[in-house]
Each structure stands twice: as structure tokens, then as C-alpha cells.
């Protein structure tokens, strides 16, 4: 059986039990002096030693309880320092566990949105570069062949009616041509009449010989009459058609001027619409060639961005870590209580054990150098973020 | 063809990010949380490179390169781990696993890139 005895301080009482053993021998040497004292009737000595006596005890029955205070307080430290291992460190280990969890659901989340946008971009820019900086401007020069097309057609046909209305003024000449050949027919059906008449008179005048003559002249009297008739009618039909042509004439001229008049403000329409497609592609290329290389200006700073992102894997690596380290705690503190209780002795947690297990446990150059720099202040921030070397094996 | 690449990370992120390189050079990428997860997926495709984080749950990066290096058909696919561990001794056991190439996170992009275009199959 040992023979030390616990203090409140956690070292063993072999300081003090000594002076015990010398308070017990003391006394009973006392005793032994007061009983000889007495034996010898020396009552002054016999009542020192009693008094001696009685005061040993009464010192050593107040150590008794001091010492009985204090391993009371040292067993309900241990229960304390049990119970933060067992409900506290729990609760610290599992707010690190959620807050790394919470932490790698965002950033996972986060970067999943920063993927999405990079992929759009992605898309984006190459459904832009299957058209390619020439898109516009070919559906532009293709819209200017066609509408310069239009324009040509509006011309040939306005070639066509104008060559029509030629013909159409040649016919009016004819017209007059024709109005001269219907009075000329009138005059030599008139002179013919005349030829006619005197050739009847002279028939009169042959007698019985010129009776033959006069019925040929009066034949030729009657042809007279149906050739100027029928001169008359054709001056008629003449003035009929020169009246149409000219209206027709009238018409067309009052058609060219309206076609002529359309055709140059179709012209200017058109050359209008094509300068404000002109206009309309050249910014469209220069917005589109700007939205492209923003585009990929974003793309390439969102790519930055993940890549800054890889902390969260760092910091998610040493909050395992710790968080690891903090539940061994509690075993430690637990069978420190176990050994006090079943021998009584204090046995202190070994936190060199602890750090050691802690550092085996590391994975970054930077934990070991947060480790051994030993307090926050020379956490070396910066070499988180810096790119490391590759190794080819 | 696109070469297909098969990044093993327990990070989703981090896989993401592999993920996005990879797949902005024109590679097709295959996906896996750890090792055993991925030798799952390693189903007998073509797998043109593999890029694994080394600590994980389930199997770890090292156990997984030597699982990896049984199986005829990945026995020669090129491994890169890409991990936070920096101990010589972490990286001396890589290497007797088979893996090709140890880069250290945090990477660029473009420095990921060149280790791939070192070390793809053809």
C-alpha cells in the first residue's frame, strides 16, 4: 500500500505525510513520557505532555479534513474536466464538423453556379464564332445584291414601257399618215364623180352611139360615190383609233412619270434601308467582337475565381484535423479520471501525445508551419495561396 | 476522339474545378469521391489519364493507385496525384504505388494542364 496521499494540486502528499508519521510518533512517544511522568510523580512534566498530546491530535484531525477537502475538490475537478470532454468537446467538435460541411455545400454549390456560367459563356462564344465576324456583313452584302436586283428589275420595266411608249408615238404618226391616205381617197372619188359627170354629159351628146358610155359612166358616178363613202368612213375609223392612241399615249406618259417617280423613291428608300442595315450590322459586329472579348475576359476571371476557391479544401482539411484532435480529448480526460478514482493519484493528460497525434495528422507544408509557430499570429496566410511544384516521378 | 480523364477527389469543388480545366482544353472528364467510388466507375473504357486527391475516405489515393495497377486494362493509364500532402514520405509511397507525377494544391490551371498534356496516353 503506498504510503503517499493525494493533494488538491495533483502531486502526491509525501511532503506532508512524514510530518504525520512524525505527529503520530511524537505522540506516542509523548504518551510514553506522560505515563513514565506519571509513573514518577512528576505532574508538571505529565501535564505539558498531555497538552502536547492533546494538541497533536486536535492538528492532526484538522489536516485529516483539509486533506479530505481536497481530494473531494480534486475529484470534482476530474468530474468537471470529464464533463467538458464528454458534453463540451462534443458540441465544439461537431459546430467545426458543420461549419466545414456548411462550408464545402456553399463552395461546392458556389462553384457548380460558377461552372454553369463558365459553360454558357463557353457555348455562347462558340455559336458566335460558327457565324463568325463575317456573318453580318455577308447577310448584309447578300441583302444589297438582292435589293440592288429589285431595283434593276424596276428599271428594265421602266426601259420596256418607255420603248412601248415610242411605239405608241410611231403609231400617232401613222394615225396622220392614215388621215392623209382617207382624204386623198375622198378627193379622187370626188374627181373620179367629176370624170363621171362629164363623161355622161359627153354620152348625151353622142346620142344613140354614147348610150353604152353613159351607163358606164353612171356606174362609174356610183363607184365614186361608195369610194368616197367609203373614204369617209375610213377618216372616221382613223380619227377613232388616233383618239385611242393618243389616250392610250396620254395613259402611258402619265404611267412612265408615276413608274419613274415610284422607281426613284424605291431607290432611295432602298438605299436608305441599306444604310441603316449598314450601319445596324458595323455595330453589331463591333458590339458582338466587344461581347466576345468580355466574354472571355469573364471567363478567364471566373476560371481565377474557382482556382481561388481550392481554399475551401484547404481550410476543410484543417478543421478536420483539429476537429479529430479535440475528440481524443475526451478519452484522455476520462481515463484520467479513472485511474484518480481507482487509485486515487492524478494523472495528467498528455498534451505532448495530443500535439504529436495532432501533427501526424497534418498534410499541408503550412499546417506544420502553423504548428510550429505555435500561436495564430504567424499563421502564414500567404502560403495558402501559393502554387506549388509538380513532382514527375 | 476526346480524350477522357478521370479526376478522383472527395471535394465536390475541387472537383468542379479540375472538372472546368479539363473540359475548357476538350477533354472528356469522368468523375469519382474516392477510391473506392472509383473503381467502380473503372468499368473498362478508355481512360486516358487519371488525377487523384490522396487523403480520402472509403480508400485513399495510394491503396487506390495500387488497386489501380492490378487491373489490366488501367495497369499502364498514367496516375497524377494532386494533393494537399506534402511529406516526402507521402510522395516516396506515391511513387512506389505507380503514380506518375505529384502536384501540390493549390494549382493553376494552365500548370494542371501541361502535367496532362505530358503525361496523357495517346
Known amino acids: 500500500m503506498s504510503t ?33 511522568a506519571a509513573t514518577s510523580r512528576d505532574l508538571a512534566s505529565a501535564f505539558v505532555a498531555a497538552a502536547l498530546v492533546a494538541g497533536g491530535v486536535v492538528l492532526d484531525r484538522m489536516r485529516a479534513a483539509r486533506e479530505a477537502r481536497s481530494r473531494q475538490a480534486s475529484a470534482a475537478f476530474l468530474a468537471s474536466t470529464d464533463r467538458l470532454g464528454h458534453d463540451v468537446l462534443p458540441v465544439w467538435a461537431a459546430h467545426i464538423e458543420n461549419s466545414r460541411q456548411q462550408m464545402e455545400t456553399a463552395v461546392a454549390a458556389l462553384t457548380q453556379r460558377f461552372a454553369g456560367i463558365v459553360d454558357r459563356l463557353d457555348q455562347t462564344l462558340r455559336t458566335s464564332g460558327q457565324g463568325d465576324d463575317k456573318g453580318l456583313s455577308a447577310a448584309f452584302a447578300h441583302s444589297n445584291d438582292e435589293l440592288r436586283g429589285v431595283l434593276d428589275s ?30 386623198e381617197v375622198a378627193d379622187i372619188a370626188q374627181q373620179t364623180n367629176l370624170l363621171a359627170i362629164n363623161a355622161a354629159i359627153e ?191 | 476522339m476526346a480524350k477522357t480523364i478521370m479526376i478522383v477527389d472527395d471535394s465536390a469543388s475541387l472537383r468542379q474545378v479540375v472538372g472546368i480545366s479539363l473540359r475548357s482544353a476538350g477533354y472528356d472528364v469522368l468523375e469519382g469521391s474516392d477510391g473506392a467510388d472509383a473503381l467502380k466507375k473503372l468499368t473498362g473504357q478508355k481512360v486516358h489519364l487519371i488525377i487523384s486527391d490522396v487523403n480520402m475516405p472509403n480508400m485513399d489515393g495510394i491503396s487506390m493507385v495500387k488497386e489501380i495497377k492490378k487491373l489490366p486494362a488501367y495497369k499502364f493509364t498514367p496516375i497524377v496525384m494532386l494533393t494537399t500532402e506534402s511529406a516526402d514520405g507521402k510522395k516516396a509511397e506515391g511513387q512506389a504505388a505507380g503514380a506518375k507525377a505529384w502536384m501540390l494544391k493549390p494549382f493553376n490551371p494552365p500548370q494542371l494542364l501541361a502535367v496532362v498534356q505530358k503525361l496523357v496516353l495517346p
Open chain 1, 154 to 183: 424596276l428599271k428594265d420595266a421602266m426601259a420596256s414601257n418607255a420603248a412601248m411608249h415610242a411605239e405608241v408615238q410611231n403609231l400617232s404618226r401613222f394615225v396622220a399618215e392614215l388621215q392623209q391616205m382617207a382624204a
Open chain 1, 4 to 36: 503517499s496521499r493525494p493533494t488538491p494540486f495533483g502531486a502526491s502528499a509525501s511532503v506532508a505525510t512524514p510530518l504525520l508519521w512524525r505527529w503520530q510518533s511524537t505522540a506516542f512517544a509523548l504518551v510514553a513520557g506522560i505515563a513514565a
Open chain 1, 203 to 393: 354620152a348625151a351628146h353622142a346620142g344613140v352611139e354614147g348610150r353604152g358610155f353613159a351607163v358606164l359612166a353612171q356606174e362609174v358616178r356610183k363607184l365614186s360615190a361608195l369610194s368616197g363613202a367609203t373614204g369617209q368612213r375610213m377618216a372616221e375609223k382613223v380619227g377613232v383609233i388616233g383618239e385611242a392612241i393618243r389616250v392610250a399615249r396620254d395613259a402611258a406618259q402619265a404611267s412612265a412619270r408615276r413608274e419613274a417617280a415610284s422607281a426613284l423613291a424605291s431607290e432611295g428608300a432602298i438605299n436608305g434601308v441599306l444604310d441603316r442595315f449598314r450601319g445596324v450590322t458595323q455595330a453589331m459586329e463591333a458590339s458582338t467582337a466587344e461581347l466576345k472579348q468580355e466574354s472571355a475576359g469573364i471567363q478567364v476571371e471566373i476560371v481565377e475565381a474557382l482556382v481561388q476557391l481550392q481554399f475551401q479544401d484547404r481550410v476543410s482539411q484543417r478543421m478536420t484535423h483539429v476537429r479529430h484532435n479535440i475528440e481524443r480529448l475526451p478519452d484522455l480526460l476520462s481515463a484520467s479520471r479513472r485511474t484518480f478514482d481507482a487509485s486515487g493519484a492524478l494523472a495528467p493528460v498528455d498534451a505532448d501525445g495530443l500535439l504529436g497525434e495532432l501533427e501526424g495528422s497534418y498534410a499541408m507544408a503550412d499546417e506544420r508551419a502553423t504548428h510550429a509557430a505555435g500561436a495564430p499570429k504567424a499563421a502564414p496566410q500567404a502560403a495558402a495561396a501559393e502554387l506549388e511544384e509538380v513532382t514527375f516521378f
